[in-house]
Each structure stands twice: as C-alpha cells, then as structure tokens.
C-alpha cells in the first residue's frame, strides 16, 4: 500500500519530517479504515491493513504508533508501554520496526522497559489488561526506573527519527509510490 506522493513534494519535505511526511498518510487511511468498519473487529481490520505494509512501512508504522503517544509525557510513556506490551504481536512489531532501522539504542530502551514492566508483573495480554495512569505513582521502583527509561527516550528519540529519515531517503521505494 505504497503511499503516492508527488517527486516534488517529497523533495519539499526536509530531513527532520521525511517521516512524518510518509507515516501521516498511513494514519489516516488506518483511521478511515477503522472508521468504515466500526461493526467489525477492530483487530481484524489492524492486521488487514498491517499485512498490505512494506516491511519499510511496517517499522515506521508500528515505531510512530508506539512514539506519538509515549513521548507525551512520562505518564504516558509508561501507559502505553504497558498497553503495547499487553498485545504480544503489536510489541513484537515494535521492536522488529527498531530493528528494522538497525537502531541498537532504541532496541536497547524497549527491552529495559519490557525488563522493569515485567518485573512488576504486568499483563501480557490484554485480557487482563487493568493498568490505570495512577498506578505509576503508588510503585515508587517502578516509577524511578521509568524516570529514567523516559529520560533516556527523550535523549535518543531524535536520532531514531533521524536513522529511519535517512532509510527512507536512501530507500522512498519502500515507503512511497513517487510520481513525476
């Protein structure tokens, strides 16, 4: 499902949102997807659109899905780290995306908060799924070790950014269809 972009206005994007310029588009035809199908399995409709990816576009899919919501805050960043973590194959893809870019710090961060997440026994399914926000605060280990995981994430996130910007100006291929 290669994203058609215009040569022009893919020369347009700078090095700092070639990215963002690619992940946008999929976010919203994901979003319309799940909009027109509200009946359906959600799940379904994620793996559907997921498998019509690129192995390029998979990894800047599932690490923006993860990155725009733990960057928030580190609230947030503990949340949905622990909610991603809770559907096994969405973690996997996670990480497989790092790989993907060959990004060893990030790789690195993600298994440290896999590590303290599990350390406190948190779901693993989604099943069982009950953490709330609050719950960060009431575990002072768990909440000195997210400090830290967060304040880490924030130091190395710009250079994953710029790792998977230059991928995709060496590879566009992967990411759009370009047109003169």
Known sequence: M???MNKQDFDLLTHTNLSQG???????IYKNNVAEQSS????????????????GQRALFMFYAYYNHVSKSLIEFYWWSAYFMAQPRSWSAIKSGIKY???????????????????????????NFTVKREDLERNKELLASFISLYALLDKISSQTISKINKCIEHN??????LED
């Open 101 to 127: 870019f060959d990004d060893k710090s990030m790789l690195s961060l993600l298994e440290r908060v896999e590590v303290a997440l599990k350390q406190h026994n948190y779901p693993d399914t989604l099943e």
């Open 40 to 55: 359906s399995n959600v799940s379904q409709i994620k793996e559907q659109f997921y498998e019509q990816l690129t192995e």
């Open 2 to 4: 290669l994203v058609k």
């Open 172 to 177: 566009p291929q992967e990411f759009l269809d």
């Open 22 to 28: 690619c992940f946008v588009p999929l976010i919203k």
